[in-house]
C-alpha cells in the first residue's frame, strides 16, 4: 500500500502517540494530531489527508458527529477508534459514513489489517458517488432536451426528431453541450 498522510484525532495523548509511531512505522505521514472534534473537522478540510483515525469520544463532541461533518466538507476515509464494543456504537459509526471501526486498544497488525480495508471502501464509495452525480446530470439533461424539442416541435411545427436532430446539429455547429442548447431554447421560450 502507498503511503497515506493520516490525521489523528485523539484526546488521550498517550493512544495518540502509540498511533503516530504505528503509522510511521507502517510508511504513513502523520499529519497532524488534534484532540477535538471542532478541531479535527477543520484540520480535514486544510491538511488534506487521505485517511482520518478518529476517537468516538471527544470533548467538545461526539467523533460521529465530527464523522459526518468532515464527510460533507471533505470527504476522507475514516477508522473510527474506541473503547466501545457496543453493537449500537457500530452501527452508528456504520451510519456516520466511518470506513472501518476498531476498538481500544490497538496494535499495529489491527491498523495493518484496518487501513487497506478502509481504503478500499472509501474508493468504492467515492466511485458509487460519482456514478450517482453522472446520473443525476444525465436525467436532468434528458428532461432539459425534452422540454426543449417540445417547445421546437410547438413553435416551428417540427416532428420530435426534427427537434432532436435540429438541436444536435446546433449543439455541433456551437460546440455546446446539449444541456446548454436546450437551456438556451428554453430561456428564449420563457423571454418570449
Known sequence: MNSLRVLIAEDDSLTALNLKEQLQSMGHEVAGIVE???EVVQAAITLKVDLITLDISLPDMSGLVAARDILQHAPV???????????????????????????????????????????????????????????????????????????????????????????????QNRNKRMDDIARAIIDAETFL
Open 36 to 38: 477535538s472534534g471542532c
Open 77 to 171: 476515509a475514516i477508522i473510527m477508534i474506541t473503547g466501545y464494543s457496543n453493537p449500537e456504537f457500530v452501527a452508528d459509526a456504520a451510519d456516520a459514513g466511518v470506513m472501518s471501526y476498531l476498538v481500544k486498544p490497538i496494535g499495529e497488525k489491527d491498523l495493518r489489517a484496518a487501513i487497506p480495508v478502509a481504503m478500499q471502501r472509501f474508493q468504492e464509495m467515492q466511485s458509487i458517488r460519482r456514478e450517482l452525480k453522472d446520473l443525476k446530470e444525465t436525467l436532468e439533461t434528458r428532461k432539459l432536451v425534452e422540454k426543449a424539442k417540445g417547445i421546437l416541435m410547438r413553435r416551428q411545427q417540427l416532428s420530435e426528431q426534427e427537434a432532436f436532430k435540429k438541436m444536435q446539429k446546433d449543439s
